[in-house]
């Protein structure tokens, strides 16, 4: 998976660590499964029938099944004695070597996690707002077990070949793992029959149900892909999947080896957990992605698309054996999601990304936090970014022929198996007639970034980046003074990247006639790096500044009307009118400033002022996406000061499912009970509220 914000460090959940046990004597090989989830009730149905072979005798045999009740347990068909936990399903019998077994399990399950039902809740007057059309259902398995809605197997290890049923109402689209084979419509419910053809890991099971149109694509290997969106959204479409069948066969193509499933689906939903999940021919993102082309500079899907992609061979067709082996999912789905960007947007793209990634990778080891890949609790940055760097390194030392070959053995050898970094290795080694026990110590079992190994290999592939390493040196050991060689430097290079990067990092000491050359540059990824600058906008430049309010580019435009709103506040009337129509990003990030801006500007379209307030104000409820929400707070909180829909509006989101914005919400809420006024206020409002609804609330106001 793709975490939210990749660069801030958070640990990655180590789901088969704790919990999961492996069955050696058994092997579950075929799954049966039918489903029927009830979106008000927010539970699940469902039936499954395994095929398991026995490898030894044993007495028993278990899956597990958090919090599921059995309506009936049958083994062959026939009734069986079993035993449940609140984590575990267990059938006493003895089981003979070498036989196959059937193995029924009907059961009814309320999934506290893995499950997400959306938008089917109450209505404001307290009805049920029957089946909205905006209602979803979807799951995250990974981290959060698949166990939760099918009894199953939390264990890595235990790869089964899954066919899903699934039946909902017959007006929205379900999407699986699998090839749709056949729907059957009964009484206004409808059955997707799903099919595979080989086995996989429980948390890479997958669904998502909502209202859906979909773009299709075949690969050039004839693989059919899937592109799903929101009716609503369809001029987002090819913004959104754009490069979709450029990364499919770029992926085959640089692997070497065919993708491993029948066809390939994308599916955004609503407050997703992390940027986008790889569940098996399924990927499942956050329709934060979802752009129209002037977003595309600002945030694109492209790198989650291609992340999700590679790991349907590096995770999904070899999958880790445990925590240890993490290195083998994220850092090869990070790699692979950069060599095709590279192959996109050129070398550029490649060499400064890594050395973004080498800048922080080398400040986190000088501050002792450095982290070795084979720690099983590792950091994000670490197996992403890291996990990466080691893989390009490895090229770099064994040359590319041998690279893809290895990959192809490693891949071929393990085919729908788990694996260890040793497997991997042990290929790399064969191939490239090579000892690698150096690299394995310095990049594998280390926890210090090399950083001198890596600016050597940096300077030696990137112009550009050669001469940013070299203006640093200069700038902090040269006797002659920084303007002038920011000026040499600048006039010298004709590279995008790196002029976007000498605004950003130095524009102070760029003179207004430099200042002019790179407004002329039309480049918008350097007429960003000036928007984003902070100093104050010199009467000179005041056009300049000015033109870049018609940039394609949310960010720049957000800042340019906040910056140009401050510097010059007889013409804040101008900038409004000519930024009015625009919305933004899918946080609505120009929308938001310009709604605060238009509120507060003095005689400013007096007659819809307050409709302006009001409609800002109105963002902060569940209706909108956590990131509009959480802009809306922001600003709010800030300037405005909040009402009491929402202060009502923050307890909601301090429950909600994300862990990103949950805790945004929460921190939020701690600092205004630390003024008595606004406690008061709180404390006054929850009142009305049930005990569920103010759980994170009372334990606060009961803690001090
Ligand atoms: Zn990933």
């Known amino acids: 998976m793709v975490q939210r914000y990749v ?48 490898l030894e005798h044993v007495d028993s045999v278990f899956l597990d099944a958090e919090n599921i009740d ?26 003979k070597k070498n036989r196959n077994y059937d193995l029924t399990l009907e059961y009814s399950a309320k999934p506290k996690q893995t499950v997400y039902f959306l938008g089917w809740d109450d209505d404001v007057d307290g009805r049920k707002r029957t089946l909205p059309a905006d209602g979803q259902i979807w799951t995250q398995g990974q981290g959060k077990y698949s166990s939760h809605w099918l009894p199953s197997f939390d264990d890595m290890e235990e790869k089964v070949e899954f066919d899903l049923h699934i039946t909902f109402d017959a007006s929205y689209t379900i999407i699986s793992n699998g090839k749709l084979r056949k729907t059957k419509v009964s009484k206004g419910l409808k059955t997707w029959s799903f099919d595979m053809q080989n086995p996989m890991s429980s948390y890479l099971l997958g669904f998502a149900i909502g209202d859906y149109d979909k773009q299709e694509l075949t690969a050039s290997s004839g693989i059919p892909i899937e592109n799903y969106f929101y009716p609503q959204d369809s001029l987002r479409v090819e913004p959104t999947y754009r490069y979709t069948k450029e990364i499919f066969d770029f992926m085959e193509a640089e692997i070497g080896v065919p993708y491993p499933w029948e066809d390939y689906k994308q599916i955004p939903v609503k407050d997703f957990l992390y940027s986008g999940m790889e569940n098996t021919g399924a990927t499942i993102f956050s329709d934060a992605f979802v752009i129209d082309s002037t977003a595309f500079l600002d945030r694109n899907y492209v790198n989650v698309n291609a992340h999700e992609l590679a790991h349907q061979w590096f995770g999904n067709l070899v999958t880790e054996k ?178 976007a990067r000498l605004v950003l990092k130095y524009h102070k000491l760029f003179s207004h006639r430099l200042l002019k050359e790179a407004f002329e540059s039309k480049s918008i990824k350097i007429r960003q790096g000036l928007a984003l600058t902070s100093s104050k906008i010199p009467l000179e430049l005041k056009t300049n500044y000015e033109s870049l309010l018609d940039d394609e580019s949310y960010i720049t435009q957000e800042n340019a009307l906040y910056r140009l709103w401050i510097s010059f506040p007889q013409d804040r009337a101008l900038y409004l009118n000519k930024t009015k129509g625009s919305i933004g990003l899918p946080d609505k990030n120009v929308r938001l400033l310009w709604l605060l801006l238009a509120g507060l500007t003095k005689d400013y379209d007096l007659d819809r002022k307050e409709g302006y307030l009001s409609e800002l104000l109105d963002y902060t409820s569940p209706t909108y996406s956590m990131g509009v929400r959480q802009n809306a707070f922001g600003i709010i909180n800030e300037v405005l000061g909040f009402t009491d829909q929402n202060l009502l509006d923050l307890i909601e989101a301090s429950r909600h499912h994300s862990w990103q914005f949950r805790k945004f919400s929460r921190n939020l809420l701690d600092s205004l009970l630390t003024v008595d006024e606004q406690r008061n206020r709180i404390i006054e409002l929850t009142k009305g509220l049930n005990e569920e609804e103010v759980r994170y609330l009372n334990t606060k106001l009961n803690l001090e």
């Not at 919990?19 to 539970?43: G, I, M, S």
């Not at 000892?435 to 310095?442: A, E, M, P, V």
């Open 322 to 499: 445990d925590g240890h082996h993490h290195w083998l999912h994220e850092g090869f789905a990070t790699y692979y999601a950069y060599l095709a960007q590279q192959k996109i947007f050129g070398d550029d793209f490649f060499y400064w990304k890594l050395y973004d990634s080498a800048q922080q990778l080398n400040e986190f080891s000088k501050e002792g936090k450095g982290e070795a890949l084979t720690n099983p609790k590792a950091s994000s940055l670490t197996f992403y970014e890291k996990g990466a760097w080691a893989l390009v390194m490895l090229r770099n030392e064994i040359g590319d022929t041998a690279f893809k070959q290895g990959i192809k053995n490693y891949l071929n050898k393990h085919r729908y198996q788990n694996v260890t970094i040793d497997d991997f290795m042990d290929e790399m080694e064969l191939v490239g007639s090579k000892d690698l026990s150096t690299f394995k110590r310095s990049w594998l079992g280390s926890s210090v970034f090399p950083m001198e190994k890596v600016t050597e290999y940096l300077i030696g592939h990137s112009t550009s980046v050669a001469a940013f390493v070299k203006l640093q040196w200069e700038l902090t050991t040269s006797l002659e003074n920084n303007e002038s060689i920011v000026q040499k430097y600048w006039e010298a290079s004709d590279n995008e990247e790196f002029k």
């Open 70 to 95: 059995f309506n009936a347990v049958l083994l062959n068909h026939r009734k069986v004695r079993y035993k449940i936990s609140d984590t575990t399903v267990t059938i006493h019998k003895k089981l």
């Open 7 to 54: 660069f801030v460090v958070i640990f990655c959940l180590i789901f088969s660590e704790v919990c999961a046990q492996h069955q050696e004597k058994v092997d579950f090989l075929h799954a049966e499964v039918n489903v029927r989830p009830n979106a008000l009730e927010k539970t699940i149905d469902g039936r499954v029938d395994y095929k398991f072979k026995v």
